[in-house]
């Protein structure tokens, strides 16, 4: 295949790196601005990277053996400096061009590598095996993940296991997802797809789920059909705050104890005692159950499990209210929100902007916005400050290491 040399002009949002030639824009994973690379020829604009002639003094050694045919980290060969600069660039560049000013920033916060808590990953049975990973970069390629650099070391035994122990129940020539989530007294462990259930099949779910120790396991046809509980091991459960309640298995988590830590530590730093406040889209209530001596706090998710889980503790708490509710439907109206102090609302990657542009025309003196994607963040936080609020500080949360990903905490006060 014929290969020509490229010098890479700059680091694109995804981690690519960016040359031009003959007019044409070309994207090299794996390269950094200012190196001299040797490229293969194909008739796409993204070239697989030969060999480095001139390396940048940015560049470092992956951390993982999978890097680059392992679509989940992009970033693994920028040093740590330069690798903070490129997030931090990524998230003026993406306020520039919503055309909002960049307020004052607390300092990036990066969670460490083998700490990561969740994970989605695939597996395929073969005559030969289980193969099971992630899939390759823009392929449905499966990269068999032997190693993960970001990946919790528990989480990491629990995949040695499964890769052992899945053919007591995926048959030859089938496929499965599987969602791991390491909580404080075990793992939850959710099969997606393979063989559909029947009792035979429970009783080899069971005895997979006894092979793995996991805390409970539960399966689901496609991620669109509802869960079925096959074992439960020891109760699942999470704690914010001083609460402890019930985790439905397969609910949302932050993806990092540090990350969620800086979310939490965020909120308290930018909320008070004796608010009257109102949480939307609160999943478990990270954030609501987290707060010191609140006045009242009204949680409200359209997540049916997480609702009901936060129903069961607060049937004797009067200060805690709960409301199943479809926000993006329903979002509460500039009225309701007048009778809280805060608002904090925590979106899918969406964003909230119906919701955003009811806030914008309430009386609700502090918002507290957290966001896992800053583009739909960037186009509420619009819809707030057209309103008159004022963003007045910002905490940038890198819960997803080596990737593009990041999060955001934002403080509003109505001017």
Same mark, same amino acid.
């Given at each position: 295949?014929?290969?020509?040399?490229?010098?890479?002009?700059?680091?694109? !949002?995804?981690?690519?790196?960016?040359?031009?030639?003959?007019?044409?824009?070309?994207?090299?994973?794996?390269?950094? #601005?200012?190196?001299?690379?040797?490229?293969?020829?194909?008739? @796409?604009?993204?070239?697989?990277?030969?060999?480095? +002639?001139?390396?940048?003094?940015?560049?470092?050694?992956?951390?993982?053996?999978?890097?680059?045919?392992?679509?989940?980290?992009?970033?693994?060969?920028?040093?740590?400096?330069?690798?903070?600069?490129?997030?931090?660039?990524?998230?003026?560049?993406?306020?520039?061009?919503?055309?909002?000013?960049?307020?004052?920033?607390?300092?990036?916060?990066?969670?460490?590598?083998?700490?990561?808590?969740?994970?989605?990953?695939?597996?395929?049975?073969?005559?030969?095996?289980? @193969?099971?990973?992630?899939?390759? #970069?823009?392929?449905?390629?499966?990269?068999?993940?032997?190693?993960?650099?970001?990946?919790?070391?528990? $989480?990491?035994?629990? *995949?040695?296991? *499964?890769?052992?122990?899945?053919?007591?129940?995926?048959?030859?020539?089938?496929?499965?997802? %599987?969602?791991? @989530?390491? +909580?404080?007294?075990?793992?939850?462990?959710?099969?997606?797809?393979?063989?559909?259930?029947?009792?035979?099949?429970?009783?080899?779910?069971?005895? %997979?789920?006894?092979?793995?120790?996991? !805390?409970?396991?539960?399966?689901?046809?496609?991620?669109?059909?509802?869960?079925?509980?096959?074992?439960?091991?020891?109760?699942?459960?999470?704690?914010?705050?001083?609460?402890? $309640?019930?985790?439905?298995?397969?609910?949302?988590?932050? #993806?990092?104890?540090?990350?969620?830590?800086?979310? *939490?530590?965020?909120? +308290?730093?930018?909320?008070?005692?004796?608010?009257?406040?109102?949480? %939307?889209?609160?999943?478990?209530? @990270?954030?609501?159950?987290?707060?010191?001596?609140? /006045?009242?706090?009204?949680?409200?998710?359209?997540?049916?499990?997480?609702?009901?889980?936060?129903? /069961?503790?607060? /049937?004797?708490? /009067?200060?805690?209210?709960?409301?199943?509710?479809?926000?993006?439907?329903?979002?509460?109206?500039?009225?309701?929100?007048?009778?809280?102090?805060?608002?904090?609302?925590?979106?899918?990657?969406?964003?909230?902007? #119906?919701?955003?542009?009811?806030?914008?025309?309430?009386?609700?003196?502090?918002?507290?916005?957290?966001?896992?994607?800053?583009?739909?963040?960037?186009?509420?936080?619009?819809?707030?400050?057209?309103?008159?609020?004022?963003?007045?500080?910002?905490?940038?949360?890198?819960?997803?290491?080596?990737?593009?990903?990041?999060?955001?905490?934002?403080?509003?006060?109505?001017?």
């Amino acid at each position: 295949m014929p290969v020509f040399d490229l010098i890479i002009d700059d680091l694109g !949002a995804q981690g690519d790196g960016i040359a031009h030639k003959d007019g044409q824009t070309i994207f090299v994973a794996g390269a950094l #601005a200012g190196e001299k690379v040797r490229v293969e020829l194909d008739n @796409t604009q993204h070239r697989k990277l030969v060999e480095i +002639l001139a390396p940048s003094p940015d560049r470092t050694n992956p951390a993982c053996p999978h890097f680059l045919k392992c679509g989940g980290c992009r970033l693994q060969h920028l040093s740590p400096e330069s690798y903070q600069a490129f997030k931090l660039k990524q998230l003026t560049a993406l306020f520039a061009r919503a055309e909002l000013s960049v307020p004052p920033m607390e300092p990036l916060v990066i969670t460490p590598p083998q700490t990561r808590r969740r994970a989605r990953l695939t597996a395929q049975r073969t005559k030969k095996g289980i @193969t099971l990973g992630f899939n390759e #970069a823009q392929s449905h390629n499966l990269v068999d993940i032997e190693h993960c650099a970001v990946l919790s070391p528990v $989480l990491m035994a629990l *995949i040695s296991k *499964i890769r052992k122990h899945l053919s007591l129940w995926l048959p030859v020539n089938q496929s499965c997802a %599987l969602h791991l @989530t390491l +909580l404080e007294n075990g793992i939850d462990l959710v099969l997606i797809g393979g063989p559909k259930l029947d009792l035979s099949v429970r009783e080899k779910l069971g005895h %997979l789920a006894q092979a793995l120790g996991v !805390a409970n396991i539960s399966w689901r046809q496609d991620h669109k059909k509802p869960l079925e509980p096959i074992a439960q091991m020891v109760p699942l459960q999470v704690t914010f705050g001083k609460t402890s $309640l019930d985790f439905p298995p397969a609910s949302f988590l932050q #993806a990092t104890p540090l990350g969620e830590k800086a979310l *939490i530590d965020f909120v +308290l730093r930018h909320s008070k005692k004796g608010q009257r406040v109102l949480d %939307l889209f609160c999943g478990l209530g @990270t954030f609501g159950l987290s707060l010191e001596k609140p /006045k009242y706090v009204y949680f409200s998710d359209i997540d049916g499990p997480a609702i009901k889980a936060l129903h /069961k503790n607060f /049937k004797s708490n /009067k200060r805690m209210e709960v409301e199943e509710r479809n926000l993006m439907r329903e979002p509460f109206s500039s009225s309701e929100c007048n009778d809280f102090d805060l608002v904090i609302f925590d979106p899918p990657r969406i964003g909230a902007k #119906a919701q955003a542009k009811q806030l914008a025309q309430s009386n609700v003196k502090n918002i507290i916005a957290i966001s896992c994607d800053p583009s739909s963040f960037a186009r509420d936080a619009k819809i707030l400050i057209d309103g008159g609020y004022e963003l007045k500080t910002l905490q940038p949360v890198d819960q997803f290491l080596w990737s593009p990903h990041l999060e955001l905490a934002a403080y509003f006060e109505r001017g």
